[in-house]
């Protein structure tokens, strides 16, 4: 027994596996999940050091930097250069876990003296205040979320990276 098809009914069909075909591709890509989520994965905090001293009120003060960048340390935060940061965004590589960036004015009258000696010490790559809109920029176009933590005298970095 041959069954024949008018035009009109092929063409529906044709268009009703369509339909069918782009409903399983599409349920199929909303099950999926390339890694799971993890908070600090989804955001790399940018620390932002814009006064250090005893000067204003609202400047961290030189022991409190000294105790932030020992915290770093410590609890084996990975602080990236720019060398490095630049590197992984042309690879579009991923980002080391507990990865974070160090900004910091030095244009400070006491940074030389003062703040540039303590990350010499510690070995910690910074990088100068007036890159920072720029590698934001590179880092969010590459995928890469950062989140901003503008340094205060009122809380440890501990309290303010959560």
């Known amino acids: 027994m041959i069954i024949r098809l008018t035009k009109a009914t092929r063409f529906l069909l044709i268009c009703a596996l369509l339909l069918v075909t782009a409903l399983i591709s599409i349920g199929t890509r909303s099950v999926t999940v390339s890694a799971p989520y993890t ?3 989804q955001a790399m905090p940018v620390i932002v050091y814009r006064a250090v001293g ?4 609202n400047a961290v003060p030189l022991r409190q930097l000294k105790d932030d960048l020992d915290y770093l340390l410590q609890q084996d935060f990975i602080v990236l250069g720019e060398p490095e940061l630049v590197a992984a965004l042309r ?5 080391p ?3 974070v960036l160090l900004l910091v004015d030095n244009t400070c009258e006491r940074f030389d003296r003062d703040i540039l000696p303590l990350l010499e010490e510690r ?5 100068p205040m007036e ?8 880092l969010r176009a ?3 979320s950062v989140a901003r933590v503008e340094r205060t005298p009122t809380m440890t970095l501990e309290e ?3």
């Open 39 to 41: 908070p600090r994965a």
């Open 54 to 57: 005893e000067d204003s009120p």
């Open 91 to 95: 690879r579009q590589a991923t980002l």
């Open 97 to 99: 876990g507990r990865a």
């Open 123 to 127: 070995e910690l790559p910074w990088i």
């Open 131 to 138: 890159k920072s809109g720029v590698l934001t920029q590179e």
């Open 142 to 144: 590459a995928g890469h």
């Open 160 to 162: 303010q990276l959560g």
